[in-house]
């Protein structure tokens, strides 16, 4: 989730297939959980993009331009 790694294959949980009450509660909290990092992640990935796009302008050159190369 947090360091690019493919997320684990996790099935959706439908309710009342587990015998214990307990388990079936916590995998029912965890779906929920599961839902609100995607919401979440998505909502930081629209903040950074428009963020971006208002800071950054699209900057086109053609080959024998001369342009300014600043190098870290």
């Known amino acids: 989730m947090v360091y690019s790694w493919p997320p684990p294959t996790l099935l959706s949980y439908e309710p009342g297939v587990a015998r214990v009450v307990a388990l079936d509660r916590q995998l029912h909290e965890r779906d929920a959980f599961l839902a609100e990092i995607r919401e979440r992640l998505l909502q930081a ?21 001369w342009v300014w190369l600043r190098l870290h």
């Open 45 to 65: 990935q629209d903040y950074m993009k428009e963020y971006h796009d208002k800071t950054h302008r699209r900057v086109e050159f053609e080959v024998s331009d």
